[in-house]
């Protein structure tokens, strides 16, 4: 079966840096495109980025967080990560991760992360 179990979210200041990994089992990281998405409370679940399937300079980024937002993949471990740097209040949501199979989207848990001011 396909998981995706996300990990590293926590508080951090204003200008802060943080790492957040997705493990991925049932499926290859490599072999499938895997996007973070995050969602403040009492808003819509927005796109973050992507990285597409075993070509890791494959990736896009939302207006957002480009330039301060960085994906990567081990294929060793599975694992898909997303580096935050230059942290902001309004970056403060539940990120998840995510992928699509044969048009099924398939979600972690997601992980809290805070920003304060």
């Known amino acids: 079966q396909v998981q995706l179990v996300e990990s590293g979210g926590c508080l951090v200041q204003a200008g802060g840096s943080l790492r957040l990994s997705c493990a991925v089992s049932?499926?290859?990281?490599?072999?499938?495109?895997i996007n973070w998405y995050r969602q403040a409370p009492g808003k819509q679940r927005e796109w973050v980025v992507s990285?597409?399937?075993?070509?890791?300079?494959?990736?896009n980024y939302a207006h957002s967080v480009k330039g301060r937002f960085t994906i990567s993949r081990d294929d060793a471990k599975n694992t898909v990560y997303l580096q935050m740097s230059s942290l902001k209040p309004e970056d403060t949501a539940v990120y998840y991760c995510?992928?699509?199979?044969?048009?099924?989207?398939?979600w972690g848990q997601g992980t809290q992360v805070t920003v304060s001011s």
């Open positions: 995510n992928t699509m199979i044969d048009l099924r989207q398939y």
């Open positions: 049932g499926i290859s990281a490599n072999g499938n495109d």
């Open positions: 990285v597409y399937r075993s070509s890791s300079s494959s990736e």
